[in-house]
């Protein structure tokens, strides 16, 4: 094959150990490509065989033998010979020499670092103790003075240092990068996942409708058919009754004409002068006979209102319903037979507001009686739409937004809302997704977790001025975060099911662990007085750890008696040092000692059916605020 052909099939070739790409040589030989120093000195330190010539060649004489081993203090291969004049030399006697077919892995090593000897003709005695800053390429001694004398040099340690600096800085960046990519392709490969898992769900979607669609189908044939055999059995009654009394009269009248017919036949004076009476009333009585009516069915129609699309669409679209929100008129009253609007904005993955034109929006606006408004929607084609109607009645009115088949519902409330200790509004901070938890550090800042935002934690001023982002490697699905006296974050990973603890910058992991033959995730993590109170839902305890991540005791376990749990979430330790425990499902708080004695319980009136308390904290002036879930409601408890 000619040079230019492999060319055109292929024109580089890349190096299996570092995937450089190197431009194939125009030569039909490899010898001028770059090599790798430390892949030549195992081979030189090996005396690999190419062939049935080994490499290394004794360095003592002149008639080029083979190696059989290398003396450390005159960094010389020997050959057999050589070696045994070595040996009865008293110079050399005591050197430290090993034969080459008996290296260990730290003679290697050495034989690596042996100093490295000039190629240069008549120099090969010379050491590369040099380096050409103008040419740069080691030099020895001799070439200082022959081809390099009037050019910079410096001393090959010194040099190497100082470009080592540059390759650790140049590998702290590749470092920093590769991370970066590893990160991406975490990222990559969870959006692959889930993608997989999207589709797999709506794929599953689709067959469990065509299903139900197939089976309501066949309930509705059923239910036809038995209509139609009810209407066939009515229809056929009343033909047959009406057909029974036609044969009825036909069947008289027949018997009358047969024997009327039968007297005239025999044509008997006596027998027609006595008959004739009887007959004559007879033809009387059956002519004058009401003649039923001809039944005539009514006509059958099975209707097909609307016919069946079997066509429903697949949407394949870049938009994030949970990310889309709806954004109305707060500003602006909403008056009775008066024309309003709100606007809903569709986002991508990351929170940044698209249009896709395939993107299906569906709005019911529903009064208190159940009456349905109508709405205009309007696509504007920039990833908002405007929905407009007419509220024909005072009161609430229910809003269901659909996008693409999945409702809006948590878009209105992406933002945190800071209230003063009396409960009054002060400001709101606004975000692209739902924050998870919150928690203030002690100087003050505000700290939350957005966990759909690649578990984001975000720092805002009290003033609600956003600081900073710390985003982290060490949590794969945080759950609840907390600030221990220390600044330190405690944060519960429900992925792994352990509990972390970052540095107050967050850059370092200071601890992980998790509780010993437990498989249940942890929900929310305090910490105070060198002890860890750690929640755990489905396993209806709280656990206690010492300060190292030592498991100690369980506090409760599932019942509803007092010390014992439903579903315990939030955590909060009182200036009293009492443990005051969510238990959710129990519809109560459970105050403890920090061992675990029970002390008391808030229930009964304050937590009615529906209304289950699930987190917890302690304001300036030292009372209870409890977070209420399905009440979208806050409650307020003085402690004593």
């Not at 010492?546 to 100690?552: A, R």
Request: aromatic share 8%; hydrophobic share 30%; net charge negative.
């Amino acid at each position: 094959m000619q040079t230019s052909q492999r060319r055109q099939l292929k024109a580089t070739i890349k190096c299996p150990v570092c995937q450089t790409s190197f431009q194939i040589p125009e030569t039909d030989t490899f010898e001028n490509l770059p090599s790798s120093f430390h892949l030549n000195r195992l081979v030189d330190v090996l005396a690999l065989e190419d062939g049935s010539v080994q490499s290394q060649r004794c360095n003592s004489c002149d008639e080029n033998n083979t190696a059989t081993c290398y003396c450390f203090v005159c960094q010389d291969f020997l050959c057999a010979s050589c070696f045994e004049a070595h040996q009865r030399l008293k110079a050399s006697r005591g050197h430290r020499n090993v034969l080459i077919d008996k290296l260990q892995a730290q003679d290697v090593q050495e034989l690596i670092h042996r100093p490295v000897m000039c190629s240069e003709q008549y120099h090969e005695d010379q050491p590369l103790e040099f380096y050409c800053e103008d040419c740069k390429v080691l030099i020895c001694h001799k070439c200082t003075v022959v081809s390099h004398d009037r050019h910079s040099k410096t001393d090959t340690k010194k040099a190497a240092q100082e470009q080592k600096m540059q390759m650790s800085d140049a590998v702290a960046k590749v470092k920093a990068e590769m991370v970066r990519y590893e990160s991406e392709v975490k990222k990559q490969t969870d959006l692959r996942k889930k993608n997989k898992i999207e589709i797999l769900n709506e794929e599953k979607k689709m067959r469990d409708t065509v299903e139900k669609l197939i089976r309501d189908l066949r309930e509705h044939e059923r239910k036809m058919k038995d209509k139609f055999r009810e209407i066939y059995e009515a229809e056929q009654k009343h033909h047959a009754t009406r057909l029974e009394n036609f044969e009825l009269v036909a069947t008289q009248l027949k018997s009358c004409f047969e024997r009327c017919q039968s007297i005239l036949e025999r044509n008997f004076s006596v027998e027609i002068l006595q008959t004739n009476h009887a007959i004559l009333g007879r033809r009387n009585e059956l002519l004058n006979v009401r003649k039923p009516n001809l039944y005539m069915s009514p006509h059958i129609h099975y209707l097909v209102e609307k016919e069946l699309d079997l066509m429903d669409p697949v949407v394949v679209t870049k938009t994030d319903p949970s990310k889309c929100l709806a954004e109305g008129q707060d500003s602006k009253e909403v008056k009775e037979r008066k024309e309003t609007y709100f606007v809903i904005v569709t986002k991508d993955p990351e929170g940044f507001q698209c249009y896709q034109q395939d993107d299906k929006i569906k709005v019911d606006i529903l009064t208190s009686e159940g009456d349905q408004l109508k709405t205009d929607i309007k696509d504007i084609e920039d990833g908002k739409y405007t929905v407009t109607y007419t509220p024909q009645c005072a009161g609430q009115h229910r809003v269901d937004i659909l996008v693409n088949g999945q409702p809006l519902t948590d878009a209105p409330n992406q933002r945190i809302q800071l209230l003063s200790s009396e409960g009054k509004f002060r400001r709101e901070i606004k975000l692209d997704d739902a924050p998870w938890s919150v928690a203030f550090t002690d100087s003050g800042d505000l700290l939350t977790l957005v966990p759909e935002s690649g578990n984001k934690l975000r720092v805002f001023s009290e003033e609600g001025h956003f600081i900073k982002h710390l985003n982290d490697k060490h949590l794969d699905e945080p759950g609840r975060l907390s600030i221990a006296s220390d600044g330190c974050i405690i944060i519960t990973d429900w992925s792994d099911k352990k509990i972390k603890v970052l540095s107050p910058d967050e850059n370092d992991l200071l601890q992980s662990f998790s509780a010993p033959e437990c498989d249940q995730s942890p929900f929310c993590s305090i910490y105070h007085q060198d002890k860890f109170f750690v929640s755990y839902y489905l396993a209806s305890c709280v656990k206690v750890f010492d300060k190292t991540g030592v498991y100690l005791h369980d506090i409760g376990f599932e019942g509803s008696n007092d010390g014992q749990f439903n579903g315990p979430l939030g955590l909060i330790i009182d200036k009293y040092n009492r443990l005051i425990v969510c238990d959710t499902l129990n519809r109560r708080l459970q105050l403890f000692t920090l061992s675990g004695t029970f002390l008391s319980k808030i229930d009964g009136k304050y937590f009615k059916i529906g209304i289950r308390p699930s987190s917890v904290a302690i304001n300036s002036g030292g009372s209870l605020i409890v977070a209420e879930a399905k009440n979208s409601r806050v409650s307020v408890f003085c402690l004593i």
